[in-house]
């Protein structure tokens, strides 16, 4: 398993670099998020032995049982959660996380504000957005963006440095990936967390400052 992470992780850097400079863009400007969700510590430490060492979970109480231990071993590790955040769970979020990179409604925002206040921790932010407007995703729907991150960043300062998004599946994701890019660059935001295993090469050329991958990585989940 060491082995094939190792190389897979190899492999990932490699396309990475080329996407970056098939888009006159520097390699070093594209963060990898090594997406560990589903698999265990076991794994998450031979990609931290490959040199890995930005991780994203989608669960808090996942993160909980693999990262506290990892992070006292290694306290250079960077922990982003990417899945969607209910309230009751913030309060663990701000405490383990890094980078929290689900922020999609005001409910959670002012209880991201309070808790910081709290803990005096400040997670770095994303605004997720819905740029497929589909139902059953998480996300705010890109006409409604602009005014948020103005409720986030200006009335409970909030320090939201980038946006995300995860396209319609059944669509190609480019129109996507660069409407973030649109609505990034307009709210003066220089973070878009965009791109997964298999499109973070467009993403790349779109802008991503940092791409999601998991299964290319770790293989399917655990």
Do not use: W, Y
């Amino acid at each position: 398993m060491t082995q094939s992470i190792a190389q897979n992780l190899e492999a990932i850097r490699a396309s990475i670099n080329k996407a970056a400079v098939a888009a006159a863009r520097k390699p070093q400007d594209v963060t990898l998020i090594a997406v560990s969700k589903t698999h265990p510590a076991e794994a998450i430490a031979a990609a931290i032995a490959a040199g890995q060492r930005i991780f994203g979970e989608n669960r808090v109480q996942e993160a909980q049982a693999k990262f506290p231990a990892l992070k006292a071993q290694h306290p250079d590790l960077e922990l982003h959660l990417i899945g969607p955040l209910q309230t009751n769970k913030v309060r663990d979020a701000v405490a383990l996380c890094d980078v929290i990179q689900s922020l999609d409604r005001a409910k959670l925002a002012e209880a991201l504000a309070t808790e910081m206040a709290k803990q005096n921790r400040h997670p770095r932010l994303f605004v997720q957005v819905n740029t497929g407007e589909e139902p059953q995703k998480a996300g705010i729907h890109p006409g409604d963006v602009d005014a948020f991150i103005r409720l986030c960043r200006d009335d409970l300062k909030l320090p939201v440095v980038g946006l995300m998004c995860i396209p319609p599946v059944d669509q190609h994701p480019a129109p996507h990936f660069a409407l973030l890019a649109k609505i990034a660059a307009r709210n003066n935001l220089a973070q878009l967390s965009m791109g997964m295993s298999g499109d973070f090469e467009t993403a790349i050329q779109c802008g991503a400052t940092h791409v999601r991958v998991g299964t290319a990585i770790f293989g399917s989940r655990g």
